[in-house]
């Protein structure tokens, strides 16, 4: 189903708007993190721009939610922008949400290959690429989808460790974790045991990408944001003692190589 069969207004007034894709610069799930706590802060964030992005009387306003998915997060109506020399931004918008699609909001989840950097985009370009995934019951909200499914990039890393979710599923976790390197498929075995465990050794990797392995520290910070993936191949209680991790985690690296033709090298 087309997101415009549910929602006739956008074609009816296409040539009118402008959609927003919305995700940080710096920080990917920014907006998301915003919009989840209070969707007046992600309304302040969409309306605080570095140029005139939305010089159409009406703005789609999605937010990233996994790769090509998106969730709807309103349609808005472009009233009027002031020029902010001064401030931390260049320009401020003034906008209101429109009575239409309100009941979706959080729960519209909409399909869109982009594989292109533009975030503002004329939606009579578009229109017909966007497609229904999914209408939830409730607000999306972000969850943690279980220790033996974890397997995200460096970048979708960055915005979920320190949702509530994932912090308190990893923070309470000693363990043993892979780091893949998606350009040759050349892995690292790690463990944690120490101070919030697995989220503070994460924490680390998010910091710098090598988290102070020495063997990592070859590598540009950028190379590692654009290639590594992480997951978790054994978790353990807080009171299991550090020896037997560091023994599970030698054996993970034995079984996968990952001295011989991965990036380990104790």
């Not at 892995?187 to 924490?203: C, D, F, L, P, Q």
């Amino acid at each position: 189903m087309k997101v415009k069969d549910v929602l006739p207004f956008l074609k009816e007034k296409e040539l009118e708007f402008k959609v927003h894709c919305g995700r940080g610069s710096t920080d990917t799930f920014l907006p998301l993190r915003l919009f989840l706590q209070d969707q007046s802060k992600y309304k302040v964030w969409q309306e605080e721009q570095t140029q005139k992005n939305f010089q159409r009387k009406y703005i789609l306003s999605l937010i990233y939610w996994h790769k090509d998915e998106w969730i709807f997060a309103g349609i808005y109506e472009s009233i009027s922008v002031k020029e902010t020399p001064n401030g931390p931004f260049q320009y401020r918008y003034d906008t209101k949400l429109v009575n239409i699609g309100t009941d979706l909001i959080g729960k519209m989840i909409i399909g869109f290959k982009k594989d292109f950097r533009a975030s503002y985009l004329c939606l009579e370009n578009y229109i017909e690429d966007f497609e229904v995934l999914e209408i939830t019951r409730d607000v999306c909200k972000t969850e943690f989808p279980g220790y033996d499914k974890v397997n995200v990039t460096w970048e979708e890393l960055s915005g979920l460790i320190d949702t509530d979710a994932w912090k308190t599923a990893l923070a309470n976790q000693k363990g043993v974790y892979l780091i893949t390197d998606s350009s040759n498929g050349k892995k690292y075995v790690g463990s944690a045991t120490g101070e919030n465990m697995i989220w503070g050794r994460w924490k680390d990797y998010i910091a710098n990408g090598n988290g102070g392995n020495i063997e990592l520290k070859s590598f540009d910070f950028e190379y590692i944001q654009k290639n590594f993936r992480y997951s978790i191949l054994e978790i353990y209680k807080s009171t299991t003692d550090d020896d037997a991790i560091l023994e599970r985690e030698s054996w993970w690296k034995e079984i996968l190589m990952t001295r011989q033709f991965g990036y380990n090298k104790n």
